[in-house]
């Protein structure tokens, strides 16, 4: 089982910047799908990119194309999530999660970290 456990959360200006971290630990499987969602205040969780761990190919929501990037750094065991240009509606909780296809049961998640976008 894979243990995931976020960090970068905090409150940021609108237009400005935040990187999330996801450092996974445990057993990780090679065909595993990493994503990044996130659960706005009273909204469903919503997907926002996915990228494939050996493969780093990437897949980002329409909501937040252009200014959102997924990445990963396989070395370090570690997904990333670049945030610019935040908006208010970027506000929530973010959570990181492994998964072996979109829309599949997530094996795991993690705790969630707090993005506050304030105007």
């Known amino acids: 089982q894979v243990q995931l456990v976020e960090t970068g959360g905090g409150l940021v200006q609108a237009g400005g910047s935040l990187r999330l971290s996801c450092a996974a630990s445990?057993?990780?499987?090679?065909?595993?799908?990493m994503g990044w969602f996130r659960q706005a205040p009273g909204k469903e969780r919503e997907l926002l990119a996915t990228i494939g761990w050996s493969s780093g190919s990437t897949s980002h929501a329409d909501s937040v194309k252009g200014r959102f990037t997924i990445s990963r750094d396989y070395a370090k065991n570690t997904v990333y999530l670049q945030m610019n240009s935040l908006k208010s509606e970027d506000t929530g909780v973010y959570y990181c999660?492994?998964?072996?296809?979109?829309?599949?049961?997530?094996?795991?998640w993690g705790q969630g970290t707090q993005v506050t976008v304030s105007s």
């Open positions: 999660a492994a998964q072996f296809r979109v829309g599949g049961p997530v094996v795991s």
């Open positions: 445990g057993r990780i499987f090679s065909s595993y799908l």
